[in-house]
């Protein structure tokens, strides 16, 4: 399903009178498209990913997904945020098939499929474990999956990785991409966004990189990545890729600059 | 090659069984310190009592408590009973009547907001000096005894519940939200195991409390009871018999708390966060 916004803006009550913290944002997402927010952290990248997710509401603009506009929480998403946020008390399993529980759902017709995905990004021993026996990329894992379990058409992500340390970040950069790209079936692809501050890991995962400037944020480059799918890990190391992640570290810059 | 590199684990059991020893040896230091210590306050006492041949109206030698405690042991049991069942009682409704409105605060911002600053400062203010109140008010049976008794347990018990109802991370509760979570189904599958470890610590302080309500009111008015026997033994300048009778509250006291803590235990096994 495809994701469409139209000048959707964001403003905050505060102290200190109303925050603006997006500013009429405009772009879309085709169906079965991964795509990235690429921007500084605090440019209000995560509330754009709140309204997507219907938690919170837009103050002006329109946001509609598959055609029809964001009313409320929705069924068919799985979230991941910079936090894990597993119950320390449910195992990895039980963590995973906690949407199911939520949604009021059979638990028993899921847990064939939570072993799988806990399999497919290497957690089939740790099934049982609970997060505080699971180092920081394995609880993101589980997180991954958990957001899987419900077969959802759209996978929104809030800087996953950023909490996790550089080696650990560029594995769970190929989990995710192998993890993503198993799931798209064809006649059922899904849709992705995900947010996040690393060129590379946007690069290596999307289909189209969305350059954001500083709060309130606005949309400032659109840029399409060339790399054909199923990708290796090697395309990292290719001359191509370096040249992208320059072209957009300039973007980033030019922005900054223009803020201060 | 897999020879050269499992040699060090082979090495490491021995240094494992020295970490092990090493640990038991801090638990025996953790338990037998403090033991030790004790033992030897009490053997000053005892010193020193029969060194400067203090009378025992003043301060009896440990072995003559004891031998009172030995010799009153079926008086004091008669006496334990209603103060450890008030307490008890007090103690079970504070819990579950602190409970009930932590969650009314919880999910009611008007009652939050009329409520809990007035809890804060009942929590704040000695409410000792109410006791009396209550016998005036509920006479001299045991119902003051236990409705002053789950008085001052009761406000600790809230405003750790409360406070535990507001420590799941946000970003759960908006999971939950994203799912269409009931209400019901977060609280009882988040909200409520996340305060667990506040409520416990609650229970914790709202036992040792209930005890004092117990005996507090005894003091005032009662015909049975430690608290009423330390009293009548202070008036009949029986030293040997209040201690005893405190030995006695010790355990009374010791046993309750030891519930408590024996429930926290089973409940953060399954709840907890290791």
């Known amino acids: 399903m495809a994701i469409a916004l139209r000048g959707v803006r964001k403003t905050y009550k505060s102290d200190h009178g109303p925050v603006e913290a997006v500013a009429g944002v405009s772009f879309d997402v085709a169906d079965g498209e991964f795509v990235s927010l690429l921007g500084p952290s605090g440019c209000g990248k995560s509330t754009l990913l709140m309204m997507l997710a219907g938690l919170e509401a837009p103050s002006a603009g329109h946001l509609a997904v598959g055609g029809q506009p964001v009313a409320g929480p929705r069924r068919d998403a799985g979230l991941v945020f910079q936090d894990a946020t597993l119950l320390p008390w449910l195992s990895a399993r039980e963590n995973v098939l906690f949407p199911i529980r939520m949604m009021r759902l059979r638990e028993e017709a899921y847990r064939e499929r939570a072993d799988r995905l806990l399999a497919t990004v290497g957690l089939r021993d740790f099934a049982s474990r609970r997060p505080a026996q699971l180092s920081g990329g394995m609880r993101q894992r589980v997180a991954l999956c958990r957001a899987l379990i419900h077969d959802p058409a759209f996978l929104l992500m809030d800087e996953p990785f950023s909490a996790l340390d550089a080696i650990t970040r560029d594995e769970m950069g190929l989990v995710l991409l192998d993890l993503w790209e198993r799931s798209q079936e064809p006649g059922r692809r899904k849709t992705g966004v995900f947010i996040t501050h690393s060129i590379r890991e946007a690069l290596l995962l999307s289909d189209r990189v969305l350059v954001m400037g500083r709060r309130p944020s606005v949309l400032t480059a659109d840029v399409p990545v060339p790399f054909p799918r199923p990708r290796a890990p090697g395309v990292q190391d290719t001359p191509e890729f370096t040249a992208i992640v320059a072209r957009l570290r300039g973007m980033i810059e030019h922005n900054l600059r223009d803020a201060a | ?274």
């Not at chain 2, 499992?6 to 801090?26: D, K």
Request: net charge positive; with cysteine.
């Open chain 2, 1 to 274: 090659m897999s020879d050269l590199a499992t040699t060090p684990v082979a090495a490491a059991p021995p240094a494992r069984a020295a970490v092990r020893r090493a640990a038991i040896g801090q638990g025996a230091l953790r338990i037998g310190l403090p033991l030790a210590f004790a033992a030897a306050v009490l053997g000053a006492w005892e010193l020193l009592v029969r060194l400067y041949a203090v009378p025992e109206v003043i301060l009896p030698a440990p072995s003559a408590v004891a031998a009172r405690l030995v010799s009153a042991w079926p008086f004091l049991l008669t006496h334990a009973v209603p103060t450890t069942l008030e307490a008890l009682g007090g103690f079970l409704l504070a819990a579950a009547l602190g409970t009930a409105l932590a969650v009314l605060l919880a999910y009611s911002r008007l009652a939050r907001l009329a409520l809990y600053p007035n809890v804060v400062f009942f929590q704040l203010i000695p409410k000792i000096a109410l006791a009396p109140l209550f016998i005036v008010w509920l006479g001299i049976g045991s119902t003051s005894r236990l409705a002053f008794s789950l008085f001052i347990g009761f406000f600790p018990v809230v405003i750790a519940t409360a406070t535990g109802l507001a420590a799941a991370p946000p970003e759960m509760l908006r999971l939950c939200r994203a799912y269409s979570a009931s209400p019901w189904q977060v609280f009882t599958a988040v909200r409520f195991p996340y305060a667990l470890p506040f409520v416990f610590s609650g229970l914790k302080i709202a036992v040792t409390f209930a005890i004092i309500g117990v005996i507090v009111g005894e003091f005032i008015t009662a015909q049975a009871g430690l608290g009423y026997l330390i009293l009548f033994a202070a008036s009949q300048a029986e030293t040997a018999l209040i201690l005893a009778a405190i030995a006695a509250l010790c355990v009374v006291g010791l046993a309750l708390y030891g519930l408590v803590a024996l429930a926290e235990r089973l409940v953060l096994a399954r709840y907890g966060h290791r």
